[in-house]
């Protein structure tokens, strides 16, 4: 028993070494890092362009995205073990070249929850024609589209989701930018663009006579996955590259907050959809129905988003108290004080504060010391002080939230690839006259 184990471990770990090298020359991994890549510069010229500094960095937000994507694959593909799904690489180009017609739209739609929804309906479609039975290129398209496992599809939308859910719970606040967006009546007030995408590259053990490349081992596997394929012709590895990735928007909730509300849903939806595919399994009449919980259900994450943020008032806007603090510099004053995002200036070395230039004139009453009252965000008085030092950032470190002299806001409305490509829709000009700094 020990030695037929231990075959079994060896031979795992050659084909996951083959499956390894498969994904090194597929193109699609290298698509998912250069479209995060895009994304996150964009994301810094926004910060730039707005605010005048850098709170991230493109190329470390992007290295650790492939990290952090590595080990959710992992993770993934260990659960995919157990689930016995029979996706080839035929699955994920389909999934790839739907999602690819989608990004011309919006870039949202590249969540793989739409293309795997839109590809078990075109393939139940297309069941009810003679397409399959041709010998041009219809029929071979036809014919792959039926050959690809639409209920292991949809649990694999579901556990990508569910890694999604937990990388949003855990990351989703760290990856947050501070904005300026359009409110009611054309007024600028403060919100948080919340964005992360993560290459998620999968190992998925498949039967033999799924898999068109690689080894294959016929030992007995110690499980008996839940997918009751064929597994009497062997099992091989496959390697399939996926993308995850989210993006909401705030102007009434702290980054950690809107985090927590959007894995909340992610979460839900994974769960209901992973349901969806076993019932689908059991009855394959129900595909068509699981297909679109997988289009509806992800659509519904959006309006509970929306429907959230619409039932409050904007947080990030100045009040009677003084000046709202929308993000916090890195390495600065007002990191070290411990300020955050959402607090209220209300007197900086004892005078009230209610706009930037009262700001900067109270910081200049004492050039080595600086004493703050700030309100919290349950509305509690605190104090905070700290002495400047020579060679430090000469101002105190904080992004106030819009005022009537801001000259930029974050554009509004999702962006099309073609978009993010030629770099545009980063932030849009209002009135006349030069970019006004918001970071004291």
């Not at 290295?63 to 996706?87: H, N």
């Not at 290459?199 to 039967?207: D, G, T």
């Not at 059991?282 to 959006?302: D, K, M, R, T």
């Not at 974050?410 to 209002?430: D, E, H, Y």
Request: net charge positive.
């Amino acid at each position: 028993m020990g030695s037929v184990r231990l075959e079994t471990v060896l031979a795992m770990l050659q084909l996951l070494a083959e499956s390894a090298l498969q994904l090194l020359i597929q193109p699609f991994y290298y698509i998912a890092v250069l479209f995060i890549a895009l994304q996150y510069s964009r994301q810094m010229r926004m910060e730039r362009q707005l605010f005048a500094v850098k709170l991230h960095s493109w190329i470390n937000l992007t290295a650790k995205a492939m990290l952090t994507g590595l080990l959710a694959g992992l993770a993934v593909s260990v659960a995919g073990a157990f689930i016995g799904s029979t996706l080839t690489p035929t699955a994920v180009l389909w999934l790839w070249a739907v999602a690819a017609i989608l990004m011309l739209i919006r870039i949202r739609y590249l969540c793989f929850a739409y293309s795997a929804g839109i590809i078990i309906l075109a393939q139940w479609g297309v069941s009810f024609t003679p397409l399959a039975e041709r010998s041009d290129w219809l029929g071979s398209m036809a014919l792959s589209l039926a050959r690809v496992d639409a209920a292991g599809l949809l649990l694999l939308v579901a556990l990508l989701h569910l890694a999604e859910a937990i990388l949003v719970r855990l990351q989703g606040d760290r990856l947050s930018t501070p904005l300026f967006l359009e409110g009611k009546r054309g007024k600028l007030v403060g919100g948080y663009m919340l964005q992360g995408f993560w290459p998620v590259p999968l190992f998925l053990l498949v039967p033999a006579a799924d898999s068109a490349t690689g080894g294959v081992s016929t030992t007995s596997l110690p499980w008996t996955p839940l997918f009751g394929a064929d597994w009497s012709q062997g099992w091989t590895f496959v390697a399939l590259p996926m993308i995850i990735g989210f993006t909401e928007m705030t102007k009434t909730m702290l980054p950690q907050a809107k985090a927590k509300h959007a894995a909340g849903g992610l979460l839900i939806y994974s769960l209901l959809l992973a349901g969806a595919a076993i019932a689908a399994w059991w009855q394959p009449v129900l595909l068509p129905l699981a297909a679109l919980v997988s289009i509806l259900l992800h659509e519904a994450i959006v309006w509970r988003s929306k429907l959230a943020e619409s039932k409050r008032t904007p947080l990030y806007v100045h009040d009677a108290r003084g000046l709202r603090i929308l993000g916090i510099v890195p390495g600065t004053p007002a990191e070290a004080m411990g300020l955050a995002a959402g607090e209220i200036l209300h007197k900086v070395n004892g005078t009230r504060v209610f706009t930037k230039e009262e700001l900067y004139s109270a910081l200049a009453i004492n050039s080595a010391f600086c004493k703050l009252e700030v309100y919290n965000i349950e509305g509690e008085l605190k104090f905070a002080q700290r002495a400047r030092f020579a060679g430090e950032h000469h101002q105190l470190g904080v992004i106030l939230a819009p005022d009537e002299q801001a000259n930029y806001y974050a554009a509004s409305g999702p962006a099309s690839l073609i978009g993010l490509v030629r770099g545009m829709r980063a932030a849009n000009r209002r009135g006349t006259g030069e970019a006004r700094d918001n970071n004291m």
